[in-house]
Each structure stands twice: as structure tokens, then as C-alpha cells.
């Protein structure tokens, strides 16, 4: 069916020229713009990669390679489209385009990332002649498709740990990786004195890959805990989450079972929506700290928790003078929900014991799933995952509950994390009774 080859060519440039000029003229420049950069990335290397898998599959596969880039091509289409108006979608619209269509844009993305990587060397190769070289590397065109597979896989699934922290009295001199302690797939042994339980979630980003059903039951899971605190740090929202008033409030209807027990601040994505975000939030009894304090008192003793609110500009001035103006409280743990992780360095030394952080989904790319701490953000300023310390202060950074957009996990799993906190230091030490169930001594 030689037609079916024209028509995704046909709708391709339909779309690479339709869709923005739509969205300008409905939504404005500013998606428009968005609209035009993303299909220009991935356009190319879906137009490339349909013709390469014609030529590796030949013509009895040919048809079905049509259909299959059609779909997918119309899909994401309709998908951009749907965003002129954005809404959270029927789940039959989210399985039909949504998803098929962002993973069509997220495959055509790296297929011309790697495309290109390998056009010099295959020039070289048929510059000298090297045919049959070409004819057995024809087949690592496939390498984006395998990797836009596993980031789906990845995407769509958290993964359960308990994670243990330990507050210390010093540490490095600089922003430094520490090790953790994670435990996944088993519990881990007892301790001899009762933890602080911390369930944080992080971009939770309520979206096409983040239906309100799904949220609700990854937060009801979480809370299976019985943890002493529950806090948000931030991103609740994507642009369809935006658009359906009450979604995030259904979406977080489970934290009402913990009164008292929950605490938000703001991410850069929730000043987008505020008022959206905070009347979700409200709704269940969440206490949303916008450079504010509170003091609250748990089963493993008193906590300290302030909440910066997210700043992209003049972090150092802001979180100093946050932080001057709640000293911490003695003999209490001094908690900090800070959104963004790359401001932990402004934070003076020993001024707080655990900073919680997000933002960096973990960092997106890297080998986490296969056991090792490395991602594409290892070398800048930004803490990808895991612990952190400066000095006394140490650093927590969720890998995210959600993501925003593309399924673009590849090789770092979201998160489900209940955090035990364990305080050695001497001037907390607590006498803790929770009950006939678990009693103990805090010695802190």
C-alpha cells in the first residue's frame, strides 16, 4: 500500500506546520512556540527512522511500518492539539493518543539525536568502501526504539524502598554524595530506637501519565506506612492538571486519613496554577508552608519544619534570610522542604539537619536501574538523587513520584519511598511512647 508511505509524509508536514500556526492563533505564541520546538526535534528523526525500518524489515513488513507511523504520527497530532485546551482527558483518550502520541514524539526526539551521532561514521565507512560493516550496523538503528521502550517501561512505574537517613553532627566540606541505605524488595532489620518516618512525595504532575486514579492509589500505598509526617515538595501539576479544577483536590483525597501529618511547599511548575494548588491542597488538610514554619509534634519527638518557597532568582539571600528569620527551635529537629536541590548549598552549615528536595526527577537519564547512583547530572550543579552533605546539613533528593511530559525516565525509576530518619545526636535525645504496639526510647 504505497499511499499509506505518502499519507505520513502528508501528515507530518501538516502537522509540523498546522498545529502551531492552530495553537498560535487559538492559544498564543508562547505554545505555539513550545509546539514548533518539539516537532522540530522529533519530526526529523521519525521521518528518518520510518524509512530506515522499511529498508531493514523490506516490503512484506513495509504496510504494517505504515500503519504503525501513521497511527503514531496522528496521535501525537491530536495529542498537541488537545493542549490548545488543556484538560485531564477520558482514559480511552489518554491510552488512544496521549500516550502513544508523546512516546511517538519522545522516539522521533532520540532517533534524531542518534541518527545524527551516526551519519559520520557511516560517510566514513562507505567513503572507504566498508559495505559490509554498513550492512550488520544498519541494525543499531534500532537502538532508539529499544530505548524508547524501556523509558516507557521505566516511566510508568515506582519503585517501592525504604530508605534509611542518618542526621549526623559534621560531614564533607562541600556539596558531597553520601552513601544510603535502601532497601527494596525486603524489609530491613529493626533499630534499636524508633525513627522519625518521613513519606515525601515529589512531582507528583498530574497528567496523562498521572491520572487522578493512579495518584490516589500510589499515595494511599504510601500512607500504608503509618509515617509521622507526609510532606509535598512541590510540581503538582502539568498543563492538563491545570485545566481541571479539582482534580489535584480528588487526587490527594487519601492524605485526609493523617491529620496534622501533612506539609507542602511550592515548585517552580506550581506558581503557574497557585490558587489551583493551594485549594487542592487545603481541601485535605495539607499545611502549606510558603516561607513558613511550624513546629509539630510527632511519635519520635518534636520536628521543625520550614518551607521555602520556590525562587528562581536571589536563592542565596532568600533561603538565608528565611532560615534568620525561624531559628531553629532547641531540641527539636530542623526540617527544610526546598523544591529546587542546586539552592542546598546556600544553606548554612548546621543550620539545618535534613533538607528535602525534588525537582530533578532523579535526573532523568542514567544507571540507577541497574544499581549504580550514575546520571547525566553527576557533573553540574544540580544533586541528582539520594543523600547529600555540607557539613551537618544533609540533603535528600526524591526522584519524583511523577514526571512532566515525555516518558523520558530512561534507566532512573520514579520513587515510593517511606524515609527513616535516624537522629544521633545527643541533644534530642526524647523519651518516645506511642502505645502498647511500638514503644520505645528515642535516643537522639
Not at 505520513?8 to 492559544?27: D, H, N, Q, S
Not at 488512544?96 to 508523546?102: D, Q
Not at 523544591?339 to 533538607?355: C, E, Q, R
Not at 550543579?381 to 513520584?401: A, K, M, W
Amino acid at each position: 500500500m504505497p499511499h499509506l508511505e505518502s499519507l505520513f509524509w502528508l501528515l507530518a508536514a501538516a502537522t509540523l506546520i498546522g498545529v502551531p500556526g492552530y495553537a498560535w492563533r487559538v492559544r498564543g505564541r508562547s505554545y505555539a512556540t513550545y509546539g514548533l520546538v518539539i516537532l522540530t526535534v522529533a519530526l526529523p528523526g521519525a521521518v528518518l527512522m520510518h524509512s530506515r525500518l522499511r529498508h531493514l524489515f523490506g516490503p512484506a513488513a513495509a504496510p504494517w511500518i505504515d500503519l504503525a507511523f501513521l497511527y503514531s504520527m496522528a496521535a501525537a497530532s491530536l495529542h498537541l492539539i488537545s493542549l490548545v485546551t488543556p484538560r485531564l482527558r477520558s482514559a480511552v483518550f489518554r491510552y488512544a493518543v496521549s500516550i502513544p502520541g508523546m512516546t511517538f514524539l519522545a522516539g522521533g526526539g532520540l532517533s534524531t539525536v542518534w541518527l545524527l551521532m551516526w551519519f559520520v561514521p557511516r560517510l566514513i565507512l562507505w567513503a572507504f568502501g566498508f559495505t559490509r560493516t554498513l550492512d550488520v550496523l544498519a541494525w543499531m538503528d534500532l537502538v532508539p526504539i529499544g530505548i524508547a521502550v524501556a523509558s516507557v517501561l521505566t516511566s510508568s512505574r515506582l519503585v517501592d524502598e525504604i530508605v534509611r537517613v542518618v542526621v549526623a553532627e559534621d560531614g564533607p566540606e562541600e556539596v558531597t554524595r553520601l552513601p544510603v541505605e535502601r532497601y527494596r524488595r525486603r524489609a530491613p532489620e529493626p533499630l534499636p530506637s524508633r525513627p522519625l518516618r518521613i513519606v515525601q512525595i515529589a512531582d507528583p504532575h498530574l497528567g496523562p501519565w498521572q491520572p487522578v486514579k493512579k495518584l490516589r492509589q500510589q499515595i494511599e500505598a504510601l500512607i500504608d506506612h503509618d509515617p509521622d509526617l507526609v510532606l509535598l515538595t512541590g510540581d503538582f501539576l502539568t498543563m492538563e492538571g491545570m485545566g481541571t479544577p479539582g482534580a489535584l483536590a480528588a487526587a490527594l483525597e487519601p492524605l485526609r486519613r493523617l491529620p496534622g501529618r501533612c506539609y507542602a511547599a511550592f515548585g517552580n511548575h506550581d506558581h503557574e496554577s497557585p490558587e489551583e494548588v493551594l485549594a487542592g491542597l487545603e481541601a485535605n488538610g495539607v499545611h502549606v508552608l510558603i516561607d513558613q514554619e511550624v513546629s509539630v509534634e510527632t511519635a519520635a519527638g518534636a520536628v521543625q519544619i520550614v518551607g521555602a518557597d520556590f525562587r528562581g532568582k536571589g536563592r542565596r539571600e532568600h533561603l538565608q534570610q528565611l532560615l534568620a528569620r525561624f531559628p531553629r527551635r532547641d531540641g527539636e529537629l530542623r526540617l527544610l522542604l526546598l523544591h529546587d536541590p542546586s539552592a542546598f548549598k546556600h544553606v548554612p552549615k548546621g543550620d539545618v539537619d535534613l533538607t528535602l528536595a525534588g525537582h530533578t526527577h532523579g535526573g532523568q537519564l542514567g544507571l540507577v536501574s541497574f544499581g549504580w547512583d550514575w546520571t547525566v547530572l553527576r557533573r553540574t550543579p544540580f544533586p541528582d538523587h539520594g543523600l547529600f552533605g555540607h557539613g551537618s546539613n544533609r540533603l535528600y533528593v526524591h526522584r519524583g513520584t511523577g514526571f512532566y511530559g515525555f516518558p523520558l525516565r530512561i534507566g532512573v525509576p520514579g520513587e515510593a519511598s517511606c524515609l527513616e530518619v535516624v537522629i544521633e545526636r545527643a541533644e534530642f535525645t526524647a523519651e518516645v511512647v506511642e502505645g502498647p504496639a511500638r514503644s520505645s526510647t528515642l535516643g537522639i
